[in-house]
Nanobody, 122 residues
Framework: QVQLVESGGGSVQTGGSLRLSCAAS????????MGWFRQVPGKEREGVAT????????YYSDAVKGRFTISQDNAKNTLYLQMNSLKPGNTAMYYC???????????????WGQGTQVTVSS
């Protein structure tokens, strides 16, 4: 079955960087769309960045554009999110998601990881 396991979260100060990783298994990695989403208590989960199959296109929320970079390593079946110039507002639980690229998949991806916490202090 599909498994997504995130890692790399932690606590950093404002302006710091973190790189999240998502190890995927149970499907043909390069054939799925993938993305990073985040959620804070009391709010809905929101999209941060997505990447199409084979990494051909990437999309970012306005809040992170220019500071975050999504990428994937097909040989390692791993998705990454490089986060630079972090701000306290980026504090959230970050989730990796995968989907067979259905139309509108970002609204409700088929598969989710368990999440990794990112905390940015001022």
């Amino acid at each position: 079955q599909v498994q997504l396991v995130e890692s790399g979260g932690g606590s950093v100060q404002t302006g710091g960087s973190l790189r999240l990783s998502c190890a995927a298994s149970g499907y043909t990695f390069s054939s799925y769309c993938m993305g990073w989403f985040r959620q804070v208590p009391g709010k809905e989960r929101e999209g941060v960045a997505t990447i199409t199959r084979n990494g051909s296109r990437t999309y970012y929320s306005d809040a992170v554009k220019g500071r975050f970079t999504i990428s994937q390593d097909n040989a390692k079946n791993t998705l990454y999110l490089q986060m630079n110039s972090l701000k306290p507002g980026n504090t959230a639980m970050y989730y990796c998601a995968a989907d067979p690229c259905r139309t509108g998949w970002t609204a409700s991806p088929n598969y989710w990881g368990q999440g990794t916490q990112v905390t940015v202090s001022s």
